[in-house]
C-alpha cells in the first residue's frame, strides 16, 4: 500500500516495488532510494490520489493541503476586492484596481503584509 508524507516542501510518494509502474503514471516525478519525490501542489495530490485510491496520507500532508486551501481562498477574497489600503513605495499613486493586483501579488508570492 502506497503512503504520501511530505518532506521540505516535496511529497514523497512511498511505494513497494510491484507499485512502482503505477506510481510512474504520477508525472513528474523524480525516483529516489525509497520513494517518489514530487512538487507539492494539490493537483499533484489529486492525480496521487487517482492512481492510489488507497494511499495512506500522512497528517503533516493533510494539514499543508488544508494549508494550500486557505491560502487560495484568501487569494480569490483578494481577486473579488475593488480597493484595498496598501502602501507601495512608487513615485506615482496607483489607481485603486493596481492596489489591489499588487496585493494580489504579494500574497500569492507569500510576501505578506
Request: proline residues 3%; hydrophobic residues 40%.
Amino acid at each position: 500500500m502506497a503512503a504520501l508524507t511530505i518532506s521540505d516542501n516535496k511529497l514523497q510518494l512511498w511505494t513497494s516495488s510491484t507499485e512502482d509502474m503505477l506510481a510512474r503514471q504520477v508525472r513528474g516525478g523524480r525516483r529516489r532510494q525509497s520513494f517518489w519525490e514530487h512538487d507539492f501542489s494539490l493537483e499533484k495530490v489529486e492525480s496521487i490520489k487517482k492512481v492510489f485510491s488507497d494511499v495512506l496520507i500522512d497528517d503533516a500532508v493533510k494539514a499543508r493541503i488544508r494549508q494550500e486551501h486557505a491560502h487560495r481562498i484568501k487569494l480569490l477574497h483578494i481577486k473579488k476586492m475593488k480597493s484595498c489600503d496598501i502602501e507601495v513605495p512608487l513615485k506615482t499613486k496607483p489607481y485603486p484596481f493596481q492596489k489591489v493586483g499588487i496585493k494580489y501579488m504579494l500574497e500569492a508570492l507569500g510576501e505578506r503584509e
